[in-house]
Structures are given as structure tokens and as C-alpha cells.
């Protein structure tokens, strides 16, 4: 029996350092990312409801992919878990407008979940992916 490459954490160092968890784990040229709510770097969520949380998550899952070397074209797969789908869908063109903000026009398979609680009980959102990083661009921490 052959195994498959051996998985490497990513954890940038702009991120809340993780304890029991990584932000992402590479292997081979998969990147799976974590899921990520709205925590800075004090490991508090931020204020300002939908639209600032998706900003801050999803700027939390671009960070752990630029720590491995991808960019936001790499993203193969993002599924975000709503606490309240209606307010997200009520901002949607807010939200619409960080994604392009901070990722240009790259739309990668997507699923929205709705879900009655998240780790943080004030976090309203929670997103994880899965990106394909080129060797080319490919950063292995050692």
C-alpha cells in the first residue's frame, strides 16, 4: 500500500494562533482551508455585522492561501455557513462587492449552509474552501 504525500499545516502568523486545528493543510498541491468566522488577530470577532464578518473571514481564508503561495484563482471550492441566511442574502450585494474587493471576479464552486450556531456564538459566519496551488507558486513551509 502506497501513501499519499504527507499533510503540512499552514498557519500564517497574521492569523490568531490555533490551538487543536490548523488554517489550512496542504497536500501535495491541495490546500484544504480551514473553516474561518470573523476572528482577528486577538481572537475576537469583529463588530459590524454580516458584511464586516464576511470581510474578515474570507480575508482570513485568503491569508492562509497566500501563506502556501495561491491567489484567489486557485480556489477550486468555498462553502460559507450562515447563521442567518436572509441577512446575508439582504447584503448580498455588499458582499458581492468585498469578494471583488479581495479576490477580482474569481467564482469557484460554492455552497451556502444555513446552521443554527457556529463555534463563537456571536460569529454569523463561518467559510472554508479548498484551493489548487500551481508548483510554480507553491510555498512549503519547513
Known sequence: MTSGPTPIPI??????RPSGY?????????????GQTALDKDMRIVPGGIVEQFRQAFGNVLATLAEAGGVPEDLVSITIYLTDIADYQAHGREIGKVWRELAGPVYPAMAGIGTTGLWQPEAMIEIL???????ERLVRPS
Open 22 to 34: 490548523s488554517h489550512g493543510t496542504l497536500s501535495g498541491n491541495t490546500l484544504y482551508l480551514g
Open 11 to 16: 498557519n500564517p502568523a497574521s492569523l490568531a
Open 129 to 135: 474552501g479548498v484551493a489548487v496551488v500551481p508548483d
